[in-house]
């Protein structure tokens, strides 16, 4: 079984400040890891993955995430949030083997950037 | 590219209506999925399908079936609508090991 947690359901920062989104994870086996943002009514749109390899991913917008094994977390951060990124951001894991299409999200972070 | 594509958009229903979601894919992507999202409780997969013909049931399948003739549809059928189904529905697809591809989903209320 896999699971994912968000820390924080609502984060706020000033524009400019650094952007942190917490993200654990469980599963039985060596995960692929996800970040995805929503826009107000639209669907969601992949920021960023972990598949294999470096653990230090970069995404589309200024956004990285980390991948840390021993803490089972996979954090998104950005040096300087701009005000186009608030939005919601969904975490999400899917195992690496066996019956590997299923997506387990966490519950979203809304992230509030005020001027 | 479309993508996927979910169509209606909105739609209000009175309790015991019944109606089919929509979703097409036109990048022949093997699996498609069907979630549901509710305010602060994330994406709930509904039902999957792994190819034509295959469907299996999801987290939350009560309530909702659905079928899989060809690679670019996967239609979510509900029978009788309830409150508790007020939600907003996305479809989505991929293919194996990759990303998920998601529509712009079909916001449903049921008075």
Known sequence: ?115 | NAGVTQTPKFRILKIGQSMTLQCAQDMNHNYMYWYRQDPGMGLKLIYYSVGAGITDKGEVPNGYNVSRSTTEDFPLRLELAAPSQTSVYFCASDLPGQPQHFGDGTRLSIL
């Open chain 1, 1 to 115: 079984a896999q699971s994912v947690t968000q820390l924080g359901s609502h984060v706020s920062v000033s524009e400019g400040a650094l952007v942190l989104l917490r993200c654990n994870y469980s599963s039985s086996v060596p995960p692929y890891l996800f970040w995805y943002v929503q826009y107000p009514n639209q669907g969601l749109q992949l920021l960023l993955k972990y598949t294999t390899g470096a653990t230090l991913v970069k995404g589309i917008n200024g956004f990285e995430a980390e991948f840390k094994k021993s803490e089972t977390s996979f954090h998104l951060t950005k040096p300087s949030a701009h005000m186009s990124d608030a939005a919601e951001y969904f975490c999400a894991v899917r195992s690496s083997g066996g019956s590997n299409y299923k997506l387990t999200f966490g519950k979203g972070t809304l992230l509030t950037v005020n001027p």
